[in-house]
């Protein structure tokens, strides 16, 4: 059974920080695409950064420069670094894992983040 379970979420002022981690289990981790999408109340689901299994990254232009993605193979765990964060970034923070021979993806659950200002 694959599990996919992200934590570090929480309440947060403007220009804190915060790590969000998400431990998969069930799945060949280091063979996975991972990334890191969040949804704001009332908007659409969007990727905030994403890890290639040969550790290629990227991210979305909002973040880029406060947000740093990182995994660690060793301990199947995605890890995403939050820096000066803003009001904006308030959202449910989803991981997600892709394998690409089968097109096949998992979600976590997700764990909200709250950035008051």
């Known amino acids: 059974q694959v599990q996919l379970v992200e934590s570090g979420g929480g309440l947060v002022q403007t220009g804190g920080s915060l790590t969000l981690s998400c431990v998969a289990s069930g799945i060949f981790f280091r063979l996975h695409d991972m990334g890191w999408y969040r949804q704001a109340p009332g908007k659409q689901r969007e990727l905030v950064a994403g890890?290639?299994?040969?550790?290629?990254?990227n991210y979305v232009d909002s973040v880029k420069g406060r947000f740093t993605i990182s995994r660690d193979n060793a301990k199947s765990t995605l890890f995403l670094q939050m820096n000066s964060l803003k009001p904006d970034d308030t959202a449910d923070y989803y991981c997600k894992a892709y394998y690409r021979p089968s097109r096949v993806d998992y979600w976590g659950k997700g764990t909200l983040v709250t950035v008051s200002s």
């Open positions: 890890i290639s299994s040969d550790g290629i990254t």
